[in-house]
């Protein structure tokens, strides 16, 4: 995976790499979102015959899937012309979730026809950024509905824009001629052709989300919460789970870790809907530690889009596969045959007692 991530960087245009691979502020956050896994170790069992194992999870929309889920990242088509209709294909071949967004470059039919390809019921999400005008937020949760996808993802970490370091630094504030967040042609209020910007939702309260999900048959999580009371609100106003995301250090660098908010966000949740989490997971064990502090899934986002710039489809499926492998391989070697049997007795914080 390094070895994709290397090969990004020395392909990709300097300014698109640096959207990517950026953060907010001084990067703090991004950082520790990865220190945090190097934070914990893992404690196996032994003598539990685990010969064979079974990995899949069971999500909204996704009744048995892999355990890693591709995290949504805006405009794939920036870093490979094959842009979100290759991380499409890739993820629907590896069994995998794609939660693609409302800042795609390609439309979400497109991007679920391209899974369609690959795999006969691929699971699509759709990540919405609600907007301010709600017939605008409704037309998307249609266009979602109406290609397929089987659950909406609503980012709520976001009431305005993160302060993209590079990107002020670079001048990266508008996509490129040639490009566009294809979800957002012809919405309402404009004509057929046009596009509709992105603009936050700062005024955004509970009662919006209420809104939303009297809006659509479809699950609905949220992505973004960190703290344990909003979990709690989350649940309590019909989310069908809940994304511990500090959506990969973007937004507010002076946030912990998303791993380090994982535990008191699962045990507020107390199994009720499934918690996932993204930020920082580079390798196998590290969705089992994520599994283990009581995610039921583990997104990933920068290694997808570096496999995506590297290799197109190839590199996508490369990344997805290699995480799926590596941790069935720590699964096993935990003393584990499902997802379930890694438990928080089985992660220890390194260097301390138990
Ligand atoms: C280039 C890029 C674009 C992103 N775009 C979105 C987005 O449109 N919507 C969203 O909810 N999160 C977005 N995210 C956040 C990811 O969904 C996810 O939370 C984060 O990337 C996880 O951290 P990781 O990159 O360390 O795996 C973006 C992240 C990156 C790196
Ligand atoms: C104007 C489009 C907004 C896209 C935001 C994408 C995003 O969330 C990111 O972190 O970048």
Redesign the pocket.
Known sequence: MRALHETARKTLDPVRYD?VAGGAGEERVLADNERAFDRYALLPRVLRGSGTRDTSAALPGAPRTAPVLVA????HRLVHRDGERATARAAAAEGAVLVT???ATTAVRDVVAAAREAAPDPAVWFQL?PHPRREVTAALVRRAEDAGCTALVV?VD?PV??R?TRDLRNGFTD?PPGYA?ENMRGLPGTGPDALT????SPAARWPDLTETLRGTSLPVLLKGVLHPDDARLAVEHGAAGVIVSN??G??CDAVPAALDCLPAVAGAVAGRVPVLLDGGVRRGSDVAVALALGAAAAGVGRPVVWGLAAEGETGVRRVLAALREEYDHTLALCGGRRNADLTADMVVRKGGTW
């Open positions: 959207y949504p990242t805006a405009f967004g409302t800042a950024y980012t976001s824009f993160g993209h996509l967040a910007d992105i603009p936050m959506h990969g973007r937004q």
